[in-house]
């Protein structure tokens, strides 16, 4: 959930070295044409809908759900996994990459309206090292440019991973050494995969990943801007 830019670039570069990544995508120049949304509301914020640029990609957007933290849905009904379009084809290429180790990549959050943040922050009753601060500075989710993500096998199980989605706790930390081989096996594919299609890693948040151009994307999107597209 937290956005933490001075952290990025090298809580990125530990999880390279841990992980030993496999050669880079091609970098997303911004001069090739990126896929717009069939939703022509969505498509006006420059947001899509992540099934449209991969369907294998599936979604369990806990916000829209009571399985959350704060224990009552947040999100309208029919609620969508969006992200920049950019940010969804750098998913799309993690997603392949773990599809080679019999892996599927599942959402548990994507574009998150600004007043759902400030929502989170005051459940959290303001721990900011678990959930951004929006009246500091605007969450990547927010964005569209932040993803929580997880893994599922190719026939939909659930992974054996770390923690369950908003555990705050030590475990939670991307650079945590679970005793378990099997769930640090995991962890490592997605971190690989993540930060081989060009996304950077949270340090309080395994599942927690920033596209690592962000910064091209600085306005939030409101809710309100967006809710007649679903």
């Not at 570069?13 to 044409?33: E, G, V």
């Amino acid at each position: 959930m937290r956005l933490l830019p001075t952290l990025l670039p090298a809580a990125a570069a530990l999880m390279l070295t841990q992980c030993r990544p496999s050669p880079p995508p091609p970098l997303i120049d911004h001069q090739t044409p990126l896929p717009v949304s069939r939703n022509p509301v969505f498509a006006a914020r420059d947001l899509i809908a992540v099934r449209e640029v991969d369907p294998t990609i599936t979604a369990d957007l806990r916000y829209g759900t009571p399985d959350n933290f704060t224990g009552t849905p947040l999100y309208p009904a029919k609620f969508p996994a969006l992200l920049r379009p950019s940010t969804a084809v750098r998913l799309a290429y993690a997603n392949r990459i773990v599809g080679k180790q019999g892996f599927r990549i599942l959402i548990w959050d994507a574009y998150r309206p600004p007043s759902v943040q400030m929502r989170l922050f005051e459940a959290s009753q303001h721990n900011d090292t678990f959930v951004a601060n929006p009246r500091n500075a605007p969450s990547q989710h927010s964005c569209g440019t932040a993803v929580d993500v997880t893994l599922v096998h190719l026939d939909g199980r659930p992974a054996r991973m770390p923690t369950g989605f908003d555990a705050f706790t030590p475990e939670a930390a991307s650079n945590y050494l679970h005793p378990d081989p099997e769930i640090r096996h995991n962890l490592r594919v997605l971190q690989q995969a993540m930060t081989t299609a060009g996304f950077w890693p949270l340090p309080a948040e395994w599942w927690h990943y920033i596209d690592r151009d962000y910064k091209r994307y600085p306005g939030t999107i409101e809710l309100d801007d967006i809710r007649s597209g679903f």
